[in-house]
């Protein structure tokens, strides 16, 4: 295709749009023509990541290959896509000024005074560039966190201003801003995004597209009055409503030519309009589901679904693709005790034992694992949540009453979770765990193989804690096998009771890598055991 084009997508009125899912969708589009497609977010907070963020803060914590902690919008990205991010897909303000910072102490800027214009925006720049340049992607979409007008976002809409001069037509403006609807006046009102794009024109930044976020469908006397106060062509607005699911979203935007408008504005031919076949045939079997199965996420986070937003999509497309509509109850693990839990937990299908950080809500942990173990109920333990399972097991088939991970109680007698012997030396708290994709071997006589069919896989970790094999063959004699070990560091991956029905607990992030056209095996097969029960 020869140059890379460059998209920006920016968001004003209000947060929390959808930038995320427009990005995706745009990229899906792009995509589905036959490009090669990569997204990445930068994120205007001076946090170096999103690791050290409470999930209240920011959300989830997304973990690429690589092993970079992540913003949640990146799982969007690889869901939709296909496609794995690395840490060239996330950048923060945080990131940005340490290199500039890092480079000044060296002494590579030769004595000169540094400045947000040029050295801050060159940094940015540099980092929107690197995508393009260092892996010949035809589109690198660049999501802007935040909203214009924020007072963090202006360097990076300094640099986009700046870009968009240099590349010409190789670089391109999409705007998403909300339409509120006055219920008093039973109106919707434009003028918000006409003070938003004003607000970006004052920036030296002409949107090219504006996407309009509203809750109820946008007439074309709407859209043709945003056109005109907008300085954008009638063709180029397009509207954004509620759906019932993400994935209608590039549909929606293909049926009004969004993907069109940007390959016409950026001198590329139309084409033929692709199908999404297979896109369409998953929304077709999610539209068309009616038995529904009922999964209960037990965690401390329960009120705030973005901190287990993989986990939801995860178990979302798994439903789908056993033909069945997801119904997720939240059970708070803080408030779950032995008096409540038949009646938290009696009448689900399933039970996902979430991961998490600290002591607050473990107790409640241990008590679904007990319960689940004991009444044979479908049960997936994702890494905190595997070491949950781990310990209520010693606890209450070993006998070790005192069981538990050093990580809640450092003088433990029958420390089953132990640190990794790698982490005892670290002190700061910033991208120091097990993090990223590692190698396991799956013990072929085992319900995990029949899930996967493979004995090799490689999937996504995030931890400082670890199974401690010291305690392996006892577990082992007692009903709980061992089925995934990494074989570099010996490391227990997997654990399950092959007695019960579907009772598996993994160490290391499954959902990180299951997407639309290819749901993660783990998250079917517990899907397909709470059908069948």
């Keep these: 295709m020869g140059e890379t084009k460059y998209i920006f997508v920016t968001g004003g009125v209000a947060s929390s749009l959808g930038k995320g899912i427009m990005s995706s969708s745009i990229g899906k589009l792009l995509q589905a023509r036959g490009y090669k497609v990569t997204i990445q977010k930068f994120d205007p907070y001076i946090n170096i990541d999103p690791g050290t963020l409470n999930p209240y803060e920011h959300g989830e914590c997304y973990v690429t290959v690589d092993g970079h902690e992540a913003d949640l919008d990146l799982g969007h990205y690889e869901r939709f896509l296909g496609i794995q991010t690395t840490k060239a897909n996330n950048i923060t303000t945080g990131r940005i000024y340490k290199s500039v910072i890092d480079k000044e102490r060296r002494g590579d800027y030769l004595g000169k005074t540094i400045q947000v214009i040029p050295h801050i925006t060159d940094e940015i720049k540099r980092n929107v560039k690197l995508l393009g340049n260092k892996y010949k992607f035809d589109f ?37 801003t909300y339409v509120p609807f006055l219920a008093a006046a039973k109106e919707l009102k434009t003028k918000p995004t006409q003070h938003s794009v004003k607000e970006l024109q004052s920036l030296g930044v002409q949107p090219d597209i504006i996407v309009l976020r509203a809750e109820h469908e946008l007439n074309a006397n709407i859209r043709k009055k945003v056109a005109l106060f907008c300085n954008v062509e009638e063709s180029a607005v397009v509207q954004s409503v509620d759906l019932s699911t993400i994935y209608e979203v590039p549909l929606k935007m293909q049926e009004q030519g969004l993907d069109e408008t940007i390959l016409r504005k950026m001198g590329l031919p139309i084409g033929e309009k692709p199908e999404l076949g297979p896109w369409k045939e998953f929304l077709k079997r999610r539209v068309s589901a009616k038995e529904v199965v009922t999964i209960a996420l037990v965690g401390k986070y329960v009120e705030l679904q973005d901190a287990y937003k993989s986990i939801l999509e995860s178990l979302s497309q798994a439903a789908t693709y056993n033909d069945h509509k997801l119904k997720i109850e939240y059970v708070q693990s803080e408030a779950l005790t032995n008096e409540n839990v038949e009646e938290k937990l009696g009448h689900v299908d399933g039970v996902v034992i ?7 809500g473990i107790e409640g942990k241990f008590v679904a694992a007990k319960y689940t173990r004991e009444h044979n109920k479908p049960t997936f333990g994702i890494c905190l949540g595997m070491q949950c399972m781990a310990i209520e097991f010693a606890r209450n088939v070993l006998g070790y009453a005192d069981a538990n991970s050093r990580e809640m109680d450092e003088k433990t007698p029958h420390n089953v979770i132990d640190i990794m012997e790698e982490q005892k030396s670290i002190t700061n708290m910033g991208g120091t765990m097990r993090l990223g994709a590692y190698e396991c071997i799956i013990n072929k006589n085992s319900k995990t193989f029949e899930a996967y069919h493979s004995e090799h896989i490689q999937e996504r970790h995030r931890h400082r804690y670890e199974f401690n094999n010291e305690y392996k063959a006892e577990f082992e004699k007692h009903g709980m096998a061992c089925v995934g070990i990494n074989p570099e560091s010996d490391l227990v991956e997997i654990i399950e009771i092959p007695a019960l029905k579907w009772y598996i607990g993994t160490q290391f992030h499954p959902e990180y890598s299951s997407t639309v056209l290819h749901p993660h095996p783990l998250f079917l097969s517990f899907i397909k055991a709470a059908i069948s029960k």
């Design 140 to 176: 690198v979409i660049t999501e802007i966190g935040g909203t214009v007008g924020d007072i963090e976002s202006l360097p990076y809409l300094e640099s986009i201003r700046q870009l968009k001069w240099e590349l010409g037509r190789d670089a391109l403006c999409v705007h998403l």
């Design 354 to 360: 979430c991961p998490g950080f600290g002591q607050r």
